[in-house]
């Protein structure tokens, strides 16, 4: 099965890396509204077009696609749009990382080398799973949710769909943290955070309300 990466920037390229070691798939390339942004070939694979491509690639046999994007409001919206389509989503997993075998996962979801996602754990269509991440027992991560590289999740959390999990950030056991909310690099979660917050410090303090 070919496979297209939606999107050609740094996040898009470390997708590439992982896909490209599954003899399974042949990644066929990039697409990206603006084709010369990224230049014309990244690793080795061509930048397609823009995403009106997709549907002429699904002629020629079975297609899964996975969202390249970094920037979660910009996937959401996306993801909002490209839905309606009926695309094949495939899932990029690193051969690097840890994943016990009771783990539900979605479609589209990324995981990169050196994460561990621990038992029982449920992982949302689209999310992000980064370097190093770790996601101990028990957690519901919610979709488009992006855990970044060397943030670490207790057992029994909680994370609503479209939040940011920060760099190196830590949420200590049975938290919740609410949907399209952000938790800052560095931080450290000891208590519930609501939708659409921002949490920052040591511990982690509501500074304001995000909006839409």
Excluded: Q
Excluded at 19 to 31: H, K, M, Q, W
Excluded at 40 to 67: F, K
Aim: charged share 15%; proline share 5%; net charge negative.
């Amino acid at each position: 099965m070919k496979v297209v990466i939606i999107g050609a920037g740094g996040h898009a390229k470390v997708l590439a890396d992982i896909i490209r070691l599954d003899p399974t798939v042949e990644l066929a390339g990039f697409t990206d509204p603006d084709p010369g942004k990224h230049g014309t070939d990244i690793l080795g694979y061509p930048v397609l077009g823009g995403d009106e491509v997709i549907e002429s690639l699904r002629a020629g046999g079975p297609l899964g696609v996975i969202l390249g994007v970094g920037d979660l409001e910009l996937r959401r919206k996306l993801l909002s749009r490209l839905e309606t389509l009926g695309l094949m989503w495939v899932n990029a997993v690193h051969p690097d990382a840890t994943i016990s075998e009771s783990v539900r996962m979605g479609a589209g979801v990324a995981v990169m080398g050196g994460a561990v996602i621990n038992c029982l754990t449920s992982i949302g269509d689209h999310a992000i799973i980064n370097t190093n991440a770790s996601i101990d027992h028990d957690c519901r991560i919610g979709t488009n949710v992006h855990v970044a590289p060397g943030a670490a999740i207790g057992g029994t959390c909680t994370v609503g769909e479209s939040t940011m999990i920060g760099i190196g950030s830590r949420l200590v056991p049975r938290v919740s943290v609410g949907a399209g909310a952000v938790v800052g690099a560095g931080a450290a979660v000891v208590g519930d955070i609501p939708d659409s917050s921002l949490a920052v410090g040591v511990p982690a303090r509501v500074t304001r309300k995000l909006t839409d």
